[in-house]
């Protein structure tokens, strides 16, 4: 069973439409991070959440962190060819050794222009 | 580019070898951490270092041991080494270990074992 559920697995959708990517656990984290990471490459950070609650936009891209700090999600406007990619969540569980990082099983994103 | 350099990039070799995984950490960050990224496990922590000092231990198996140098670079051995122990393994690093949660990750190295 896996700390850090993510979904979906695959996402396949056509250039110009939105998409919502989720992470979920039963277990509190103290932080969350997306990472996004392409073929034989390392992960790219792209936001870190620390607060319940809050929301982060970068871009298109816009990240929230549940209030109770168990789930993320992370949502996509007007996707493009460009964001295909593997996508990552991955926190370090509160309480434990910080860095100490637990990753989702990463949802594998594909654009068609 | 993240400041993270791994060498070497692509490593094959037999099983029953045993390799050396080099990791020099981007400019002023004390932690290093190593990572297994394989496609039935996903990204896995194994070990984490700070500042010379190891700090987290991971599903790291016995075969397997790091360390970091006075000069913050670290080292990943891998021993004995199995087919399954193909895999990308990654490091990754950070300011320090209280509010480190931020972590860059390097590029990779690429270990077959054939």
């Known amino acids: 069973t896996q700390l850090l559920e993510q979904s979906p697995q695959f996402l396949s959708i056509q250039e110009g439409e939105n998409l919502t990517v989720y992470c979920n656990s039963s277990?509190?984290?103290?932080?969350l991070q997306w990472y996004r990471q392409e073929p034989g490459e390392g992960p790219v950070l792209l936001v870190t959440v620390v607060t319940g609650g809050e929301v982060k936009k970068l871009k298109r891209l816009t990240f929230q962190f549940g209030d109770a700090r168990k789930d993320s999600s992370l949502h996509i406007t007007a996707a493009q060819p460009g964001d295909t990619g593997l996508y990552l969540c991955?926190?370090?569980?509160?309480?434990?050794?910080?860095?100490?990082?637990?990753f989702g099983q990463g949802t594998i994103l594909t654009v068609h222009p | 580019d993240s400041g993270v350099t791994q060498t070497p990039k692509h490593l094959i070799t037999a099983t029953g070898q045993r390799v050396t995984l080099r990791c020099s950490p981007r400019?002023?960050?004390?932690?290093v951490y190593w990572y297994q990224q394989s496609l039935d496990q996903g990204l896995q922590f194994l070990i984490q270092y700070y500042n010379g000092e190891e700090r987290a231990k991971g599903n790291i198996l016995e075969r397997f041991s790091a360390q970091q140098f006075p000069d913050l670079h670290s080292e990943l051995n891998l021993s004995s080494l199995e087919l399954g122990d193909s895999a990308l393994y990654f490091c990754?690093?950070?300011?320090?270990?209280?509010?480190?949660?931020?972590?860059?990750f390097g590029p990779g190295t690429r270990l077959t074992v054939t």
């Open positions: 277990s509190v984290f103290s932080s």
């Open positions: 400019s002023g960050d004390l932690s």
């Open positions: 991955a926190g370090d569980l509160f309480g434990t050794s910080y860095g100490k990082l637990t």
């Open positions: 990754a690093s950070s300011v320090g270990v209280l509010g480190s949660y931020e972590q860059y």
